[in-house]
Each structure stands twice: as structure tokens, then as C-alpha cells.
């Protein structure tokens, strides 16, 4: 069954909200997002479409961003064999992003879920060092990092699990759901609700 999930997110580099529909399957999961920021040169806003196949790994995503200075678009295509398609809508080049089968985006907390679901690292305690491709936003920059997962307590029945994550110099303890969602992550923001006014 369909849910929407939203976050919110203020810190001194600004502020944000992003709001999610996630359709698991039995062939995966699909997840159609938006996300608004505040950037230094202004605010950014971008769409996207994702599908997660059964497996836990990402074969296809695309992006539109928009700020002040214009739109951009991005779609990536992983093939069976591991393989990115890049198309920027210039054209589009192929690459192995050093055998990543996980994608971030830049501020999503969604994205931050996909590998601790995909490893079951809110159930089943482990760390592992990932290859990922990054997506930088606004730009929609994509390049090769290296992320590091750790399950600092796992979830028991329906309680809640946290999960560190590391790059760079970047280092966080993720709270998520029984379901692996990000409950509360610093940098991308906590769980939210946004009822309607009567």
C-alpha cells in the first residue's frame, strides 16, 4: 500500500521540506518526491521519480530541478549487468561508478534510506563501506563517492533503529522506522505531518 512520508529540515545552511509517495511492490518499490531548499543564491526545487527493483537496488531515476537561474534535468538508468546510463539530456554516457547499485541525492532523506533497506541494516546489524553515485543539487553534478553504514541499534518489532552513516568528513546517526525510513537525520531533517487546516 501507497504512503506519503514528508520531512522538514532547518540548520544554518538553510531551510527545507521534501514530501514522498512511496509504492512498495513485490517487484520493488517506486517513489515519486519533491523536495524545496534553501540555497545560498536563493531556493532550489526539484522533482523526482525513482524505482528501486526487488532486489534493493536502484535501476532507474530522474530528476528536474529548478532555482532562479534556470531548469536542469537528470536521468540515471543502472542495466542489469551494472552498468549507469548518464543523460543530462545532452546525450548520455555510460559509466560503473566503481560498482555502486545505490544513488544520493543531495538533502533527501529518502535517498539515505534506500541502502540501509536494501541491507536490512535497521534488522540486521553490520557496517558496510559502499561505492555510491552522488547527486549534487543544483547542478545535478553525479559522481562516484564512498559511504559507510553501521548499525548502531537495530529494530525490534516496530521499534525504531539508528544507523551511522559517514563520508568524508561528513558523520551522522540516522534514526528510522521499523521500515527503514529516516525518522531524524542532522543535515536532512526529521519526520513530519502535514495536516490539513479545517
Known sequence: MAE???WRFSGDDGEGLESVRISPS?????????????????VLTASYRLVVAADGTLSRLSVDVATGDGEKQLTLSRSAD??????????????????????????SP????????????????????????????????????????????A???DESAVVAFSSGAVEAELTVDADGF?????GIGSRTSLDARR
Open 182 to 186: 529516516v525518522l531524524d537525520g542532522p
Open 110 to 153: 529518502v535517498f539515505a534510506a534506500l541502502p540501509i533497506r536494501r541491507l536490512r541494516l535497521h534488522r540486521e546489524p553490520a557496517e558496510h563501506v559502499l561505492p555510491m553515485v552522488f547527486v549534487n543539487l543544483p547542478d545535478l553534478a553525479v559522481e562516484a563517492t564512498e559511504q559507510t553504514y553501521r548499525t548502531v541499534k
Open 155 to 157: 529494530a525490534e518489532g
Open 4 to 6: 506519503m512520508l514528508s
Open 26 to 42: 513485490a517487484t520493488g518499490l517506486r517513489a515519486v518526491g519533491r523536495l524545496i531548499r534553501g540555497i545560498p543564491s536563493g
Open 82 to 107: 551494472g552498468v549507469w546510463l548518464v543523460d543530462d539530456g545532452s546525450g548520455g554516457t555510460r559509466g560503473g561508478f566503481s560498482g555502486a547499485c545505490d544513488v544520493d541525492l543531495a538533502f
